[in-house]
């Protein structure tokens, strides 16, 4: 929660122009996706408030809800009581009337101490009316137990508190943001107020401007450190998450969550991704994690892809089970059709199960739309299965939008079509949203009555995690379309999973929820990750995360 009191209808009250714009700049900065720990909707500001009681109903709601980290940020006029009590004021406040016109520093106290939060931290940027204890300042008479502080209070002078910075912002906001923006080499991927402090001084002293005073009780985080490059945040992750999964028991669960990590690795270092799938042990799942490594790598090492591909088919032949073989040639089928597309089709030739052979014909057509849209249009067409037919037939769609746009608005319509006969609500929700993406650039309106039922379909369900699931898939297929809408379905999907009494079912939930952030805001995915306690849910969110990482670069 960050205030900003710019202006006091009482003049013995130091005005301080630059607040309003401070706190808009700390609102950027603190739900900013590459650095943030907060999304929009969870940074509440609060401009010029005109009443003490009202702010303070505010924050206790805030407060009372709150559940990781809570912050409260104050930049205005402090005032110190002749008695040596400390008001926070507001546009009303009046000097001789403190207790009745301006917010107390007691009962704000009384609100923090009864947050439930797990970390609770206080920023203060004040002018100070008011004699502060011989020796001592405006920190010794705001010290909480169990509250992180870092206070910067400058003695007003009758009149407006100088502001000598470009871009509005005080001295110390400016700095801090300044700090953030570039990072700080030496310091871990997550800053908390202990990291930022000593080069937040520096700063300040070299400016001439009096030094924060600030009290830690714990070391968390609150902002990623921006001279920590994208590869070495997912560097970090995976390093992470190999930790995590190596503590894993039973061991085909860390089996399982050591195979998410070898396909993770592959956006770091192909041939360590590789060593890791070698190494997968069991007869399905190590041709199924040398198709996804491949996978990962078909661009970027087309090479390693193919000889993975290779040993992935071998492996694949000798499994006895007829459905669980003809499933993982099908996942190979995708791989080959990046590297290899005429193999790919001979491939899926062989596969006579009808969903598998459905699944293999979509991959073959999202390559082969490339090069030859025509010939893929008619593979598509020609896929039976409902899900697998609508999926390729978007592949062709998309594609032919940039070249022959009649007929792609003709295959969107037939895929619209097709998703809208599906019994299951989850992937016909998951679906439509993708049908509003690609409408949206010919036919908006359109778009956005296809992405409201997409929506309606989503909350529709009635089984809490599905609908974790559901939302989160809608929201992976519509962020760009409507960003203020995903916001609000990622609140919601958060929402859900911590309502979800089982510890499992939980943990799975947020790393659904994990995945549908990292697309728009990986920090905040980041940080969510690290909160998941269920260990292979934790691994999962952790790969997905760095994953993002590597393609935002």
């Known amino acids: 929660m960050l205030i900003g009191v710019s202006g006091f209808d009482d003049a013995r009250l130091a005005s301080v122009d630059a607040a309003c714009r401070s706190v808009d700049v700390l609102?950027?900065?603190?739900?900013?996706?590459?650095?943030g720990l907060w999304r929009p909707g969870q940074v509440t500001v609060i401009r010029d408030p005109g009443s003490a009681s009202e702010l303070v109903e505010r924050i206790a709601v805030l407060a009372a809800g709150a559940s990781g980290t809570f912050l409260v940020c104050y930049v205005g006029c402090a005032v110190v009581s002749a008695s040596g009590q400390v008001y926070l004021a507001v546009g009303c406040t009046r000097a001789d009337r403190l207790e009745s016109t301006a917010v107390a520093?007691?009962?704000?106290?009384?609100?923090?101490?009864?947050?439930?939060?797990?970390?609770?931290?206080?920023?203060?940027?004040?002018?100070?009316?008011?004699?502060?204890?011989?020796?001592?300042?405006?920190?010794?008479?705001?010290?909480m137990d169990g509250v992180d502080m870092l206070i910067a209070a400058g003695r007003s002078v009758g009149g407006a508190r100088s502001v000598a910075r470009d871009g509005g912002c005080t001295d110390f906001v400016g700095e801090?943001?300044?700090?953030?923006?570039?990072?700080?080499?030496?310091?871990?991927?997550?800053?908390g107020l202990t990291d930022v402090y000593p080069s937040l001084c520096e700063r300040l002293l070299a400016r001439d401007v009096g030094l924060p005073e600030y009290g830690s009780a714990e070391g968390s985080s609150f902002i990623a450190n921006a001279a920590v490059g994208k590869v070495q945040r997912a560097t970090i992750l995976l390093r992470d998450a190999t930790r995590v999964a190596h503590s894993i028991n039973p061991p085909a669960q860390r089996v399982n969550a050591l195979a998410d990590i070898a396909e993770g690795v592959a956006c770091v270092d192909p041939e360590q991704a590789a060593r890791l799938a070698y190494a997968i042990a069991g007869d399905s799942l190590k041709p199924e994690t040398l198709t996804r490594v491949a996978r990962a790598l078909a661009i970027t090492a087309p090479h390693h892809a193919t000889q993975l591909l290779d040993d992935a088919q071998r492996l694949a032949g000798s499994i006895r089970d007829h459905r669980t073989r003809t499933l993982i040639l099908s996942t190979i089928v995708w791989g080959l059709a990046r590297t290899d597309l005429d193999r790919a089709q001979r491939l899926a030739g062989s596969i006579t199960d009808d969903h598998d052979r459905a699944m293999a014909s979509t991959g073959i057509v999202k390559s082969l739309v490339l090069t030859d849209p025509d010939r893929a249009e008619q593979l598509a067409y020609a896929i039976t299965e409902p899900y697998w037919r609508s999926c390729a037939l978007l592949n062709v769609s998309e594609r032919l939008a940039t070249t022959n746009a009649d007929k792609a608005e003709r295959v969107l319509h037939d895929a619209e079509h097709v998703i809208r006969s599906m019994t299951d609500l989850g992937v016909r929700a998951m679906t439509l949203a993708d049908v509003a993406r690609l409408w949206a650039t010919s036919f908006p309106q359109r778009a956005g009555r296809v992405l409201d039922d997409a929506v309606r379909l989503a909350y529709s369900i009635t089984d809490v995690p599905s609908r974790v699931l559901s939302?989160?898939?809608?929201?992976?297929?519509?962020?760009?379309m409507d960003p203020g809408r995903a916001d609000t379905l990622i609140d919601d999907a958060e929402n859900l999973a911590r309502s979800i009494t089982d510890p499992q079912s939980m943990a799975t939930a947020l790393a659904f929820v994990v995945r549908a952030l990292a697309t728009t805001a990986p920090s905040q995915a980041e940080h969510l990750a690290y909160s998941i306690t269920e260990k292979h849910s934790r691994v999962s969110a952790l790969v997905t995360v760095a994953q993002r990482w590597t393609q935002n670069r």
């Open 27 to 35: 609102s950027g900065l603190l739900s900013d996706p590459m650095l």
């Open 105 to 143: 520093w007691s009962s704000l106290a009384g609100v923090l101490g009864s947050c439930p939060a797990l970390v609770r931290r206080v920023i203060l940027d004040c002018a100070v009316s008011g004699a502060l204890p011989a020796g001592g300042g405006l920190a010794d008479l705001t010290r």
């Open 176 to 191: 801090l943001v300044d700090l953030i923006g570039v990072g700080i080499p030496t310091k871990p991927a997550w800053l």
């Open 471 to 480: 939302l989160t898939n809608v929201v992976q297929e519509m962020a760009d």
